[in-house]
């Protein structure tokens, strides 16, 4: 690790050491690109991870907002798998029961298409605002459609006056630069309000780091926290942290805080994480070396024997994947279940996006799923193309 004079945007402290650099990668792993030269000569940034010997946090320190873009070209809906879909009407009951979310105002800052905010309304009548300047008008369908609105445009303090008993932000703070910023002006907003439950779902960074899961590693994904690390974030914002607990797998992190006056609630048992995660961080360069070469052996060793392989699931996984293993000259096609992404071209590397039905001509011999929680829904999926092949996963 080389010292350096970054300033760690959670804690304020300087000297973030730098762990992990990669360069020329795309800035934009979700936007729908629609011709291979677009995707080719897409926009590249670096990433330089830091962490923070204070705090725990890891940032991307060279990282520019300016160079992402959040709009109607953004397509990252997980919405169209039974298994994630299940998975998200599950978490919105559970909260539902636990909190007694009935009846209630809900705010989901980057709501995406907004399916989650519609269960919440969905599942206990509740109602809604979601902010996610990526929200798409018409793609959504229930009794509960008109308990629920959209703002497109990010939540910043412009909206404090949105007042709500539960606040909600999935998968939306990793993409977020100036963290502690970003967590106060909530706090500011919410006010002497201080019965208002907070929830915030971000991917579990000690998982990241621990297994070198490099797919998780891309440039949106500019914040990255482990359990210790989020709440002393939550903490030193003016937030009572009262839960911490791990979803999907082990893939997603989650915080339940409340705003108080004086932060009072004890740490919680799995926050003392900070020698763990600067031991993982540590020596994450030497294991990726292994893994990345372990994967390119065998795309090569498939390639030299006149085997097709193709990526399952064309988001940001996928894009880690082919640009960082090297090996994207060998892999022709991603096939993708979500029908808005077909036809589109991947960032970078150029493969085409297509439909499962396209795997019954072209009948590849291994597939790789970029996320093996849906291991089971991919391979019935094949089965019943009647196709049978190699299937592995990151």
Same mark, same amino acid.
């Given at each position: 690790?080389?010292?350096?004079?970054?300033?760690?945007?959670?804690?304020?402290?300087?000297?973030?050491?730098?762990?992990?650099?990669?360069?020329? +990668? &795309?800035?934009?792993?979700?936007?729908?690109?629609?011709?291979?030269?677009?995707?080719?000569?897409?926009?590249?940034?670096?990433?330089?991870?830091?962490?923070?010997?204070?705090?725990?946090?890891?940032?991307?320190?060279?990282?520019?907002?300016?160079?992402?873009?959040?709009?109607?070209?953004?397509?990252?809906?997980?919405?169209?798998?039974?298994?994630?879909?299940?998975?998200?009407?599950?978490?919105?009951?559970?909260?539902?029961?636990?909190?007694? /979310?009935?009846?209630?105002?809900?705010?989901?800052?980057?709501?995406?298409?907004?399916?989650?905010?519609? /269960?919440?309304?969905? @599942?206990?009548?509740?109602?809604?605002?979601?902010?996610?300047?990526?929200?798409?008008?018409?793609?959504?369908?229930?009794?509960?459609?008109?308990?629920?609105?959209?703002?497109?445009?990010?939540?910043?303090?412009?909206?404090?006056?949105?007042?709500?008993?539960? +606040?909600?932000?999935?998968?939306?703070?990793?993409?977020? =630069?100036?963290?502690?910023?970003?967590?106060?002006?909530?706090?500011?907003?919410?006010?002497?309000?201080?019965? *208002? /439950?907070?929830?915030?779902?971000?991917?579990?960074?000690?998982?990241?780091?621990?297994?070198?899961?490099?797919?998780?590693?891309?440039?949106?994904?500019?914040?990255?926290?482990?359990?210790?690390?989020?709440?002393? @974030?939550?903490?030193?914002?003016?937030?009572?942290? =009262?839960?911490?607990?791990?979803?999907?797998?082990?893939?997603?992190?989650?915080?339940?805080?409340? &705003?108080? =006056?004086?932060?009072?609630?004890?740490? @919680? &048992?799995?926050?003392?994480?900070?020698?763990?995660?600067?031991?993982?961080?540590?020596?994450?360069?030497?294991?990726?070396?292994?893994?990345?070469?372990?994967?390119?052996?065998?795309?090569?060793?498939?390639?030299?024997?006149?085997?097709?392989?193709? /990526?399952?699931?064309?988001?940001?996984?996928? *894009?880690?994947?082919?640009?960082?293993?090297?090996?994207?000259?060998?892999?022709?096609?991603?096939?993708?279940?979500?029908?808005?992404? =077909?036809?589109?071209?991947?960032?970078?590397?150029?493969?085409?996006? *297509?439909?499962?039905?396209?795997?019954?001509?072209?009948?590849?011999?291994?597939?790789?799923?970029?996320?093996?929680?849906?291991?089971?829904?991919?391979?019935?999926?094949?089965?019943?193309?009647?196709?049978?092949?190699? +299937?592995?996963?990151?």
């Amino acid at each position: 690790m080389k010292d350096n004079a970054f300033i760690c945007p959670t804690c304020h402290s300087s000297g973030m050491q730098i762990f992990h650099e990669q360069a020329a +990668v &795309p800035t934009n792993s979700c936007i729908l690109l629609k011709t291979r030269e677009e995707a080719i000569n897409c926009q590249r940034g670096k990433i330089a991870l830091g962490f923070c010997e204070y705090c725990g946090f890891i940032s991307n320190t060279a990282f520019q907002a300016e160079m992402t873009e959040y709009s109607g070209r953004y397509e990252e809906t997980q919405g169209f798998s039974e298994t994630f879909s299940a998975y998200h009407r599950d978490l919105a009951q559970r909260l539902i029961d636990k909190h007694g /979310l009935r009846e209630k105002d809900i705010l989901e800052i980057g709501c995406g298409k907004g399916e989650f905010l519609l /269960l919440l309304a969905e @599942l206990g009548n509740n109602r809604g605002v979601g902010f996610d300047p990526g929200y798409q008008e018409g793609r959504l369908s229930g009794e509960a459609i008109a308990q629920v609105q959209f703002v497109k445009d990010f939540y910043s303090q412009h909206y404090a006056d949105y007042k709500a008993d539960f +606040v909600c932000c999935k998968m939306t703070l990793e993409h977020i =630069h100036p963290t502690a910023s970003f967590i106060s002006n909530l706090r500011r907003a919410i006010g002497d309000r201080l019965d *208002v /439950l907070v929830f915030f779902q971000i991917p579990d960074a000690t998982r990241i780091v621990r297994d070198c899961a490099f797919e998780d590693i891309y440039y949106e994904h500019c914040s990255y926290f482990s359990p210790g690390s989020l709440a002393r @974030l939550f903490r030193g914002c003016g937030f009572n942290v =009262h839960s911490l607990d791990t979803e999907y797998a082990g893939q997603y992190l989650t915080v339940e805080a409340r &705003p108080a =006056h004086i932060a009072q609630c004890a740490p @919680l &048992p799995q926050e003392d994480d900070l020698w763990l995660m600067s031991t993982y961080s540590r020596r994450f360069s030497t294991t990726l070396d292994g893994i990345l070469a372990s994967w390119r052996s065998f795309v090569e060793a498939a390639a030299w024997q006149g085997k097709k392989t193709v /990526l399952w699931g064309s988001g940001s996984k996928a *894009v880690s994947f082919l640009t960082t293993v090297g090996v994207a000259d060998k892999i022709d096609y991603v096939v993708d279940i979500n029908p808005h992404r =077909h036809g589109y071209f991947m960032p970078a590397t150029g493969q085409r996006i *297509v439909p499962p039905s396209f795997l019954q001509d072209y009948r590849p011999d291994k597939v790789i799923i970029m996320n093996g929680i849906y291991r089971d829904e991919i391979a019935r999926d094949l089965g019943a193309m009647g196709l049978s092949p190699d +299937v592995v996963a990151l």
